[in-house]
């Protein structure tokens, strides 16, 4: 009987905890500069409910960074949430249009503030993070390609290409088309089966990978040379616009992150049976950047003075 058979039949939270790939010496709760205002004291006002889910995240740190980060992602929603509330042009609050209203915020003082707050957190961003985007990426492209009903895509797939479109001429031309070549997607019961064999494993796992050292590159501002997989060796620069690039990271990243977990389409990060040590620090450097991301858009609110914010991204220290 395997370890999660185990503890399904009885469950123990020290066994449970046992199986998690957490690091005991991990002292984040310690060190984290809070997200608190002295001013809240004074004007006997504070965002309450972003508060309660900020100590959901707390509650679970260290050893639940995933679930860490959907507390958190929670307070960012209530965040976005309140704002459409107060704009009498928006008649119905949705997800997608939060996402862009803190995704504007961020712009709008991009350069004159913003950009050296969050910019550091973007550039520490671990390379698993990037394998997780090129891998739906390319899924769901070769799914699209063998005409796979959409259900069984991630909706990010779609979210992202229709928001940076040189992503699609990257798939197309390059890494897509390398990756429909070894893949031949079919649906087996309820679940896709990709249709790689054996010896196209490893061929797989190079084209993910070098896939996402070119999306980490485009995430970090930086232009990368694309070769296409025609037979003349097409070779294009691309690079994202800052819209663009924090759209792959609020988008792409967190809110897809999001969307995985708490509707159920994955395994629990922290319990699955492929997490190891680099899923925990990628989901502690997740949580850190969605902490810092809540803390711009209450500045941006006039709800965090200039001084918190300028406490809170010091915790870019903590990426690991």
């Not at 957490?22 to 409910?49: A, G, M, V």
């Not at 957190?121 to 005409?147: D, H, I």
């Not at 988008?251 to 999001?258: E, P």
Request: proline share 2%; aromatic share 12%.
């Amino acid at each position: 009987m395997n370890n999660i058979l185990k503890l399904a039949k009885k469950y123990s939270k020290q066994n449970h905890l046992s199986l998690l790939p957490c690091e005991d010496s991990n002292n984040i709760l310690c060190n984290l500069n809070f997200l608190y205002d002295e001013k809240w004291e004074k004007l006997n006002s504070y965002p309450y409910e972003i508060l309660t889910y900020l100590f959901d995240s707390y509650y679970v740190l260290p050893q639940r960074p995933d679930l860490a980060t959907l507390f958190c992602w929670q307070a960012i929603n209530h965040s976005y949430y309140v704002q459409q509330l107060g704009d009498n042009n928006i008649n119905f609050c949705a997800d997608t249009m939060g996402v862009e209203l803190v995704k504007k915020a961020l712009l709008d003082e991009w350069n004159s503030r913003y950009k050296e707050v969050l910019e550091p957190f973007l550039l520490k961003l671990p390379m698993k993070t990037f394998r997780y985007v090129a891998s739906y990426l390319l899924k769901g492209y070769a799914m699209e390609s063998a005409e796979i009903a959409e259900k069984y895509r991630a909706s990010s797939y779609k979210t992202l290409k229709k928001k940076i479109s040189v992503l699609t001429d990257i798939l197309i031309n390059s890494y897509g088309d390398a990756y429909c070549q070894i893949a031949n997607p079919v649906v087996v019961g309820n679940k896709v089966d990709l249709g790689i064999d054996n010896l196209n494993k490893g061929k797989s796992r190079n084209i993910t990978h070098s896939f996402a050292m070119k999306l980490r590159k485009l995430v970090e501002g930086e232009e990368v040379e694309i070769t296409f997989s025609d037979t003349a060796k097409t070779k294009k620069k691309y690079s994202f616009t800052e819209n663009e690039r924090l759209s792959f990271v609020l988008f792409g990243i967190l809110y897809a992150s999001r969307c995985n977990n708490f509707h159920g389409n994955v395994a629990a990060r922290m319990n699955s049976i492929n997490a190891n040590k680099e899923t925990f620090e990628m989901y502690i450097d997740i949580f850190l950047t969605e902490y810092i991301i809540l803390a711009i858009h209450m500045h941006s609110q006039g709800i965090l003075s200039d001084a918190v914010l300028d406490k809170v991204k010091k915790n870019v220290e903590l990426m690991i």
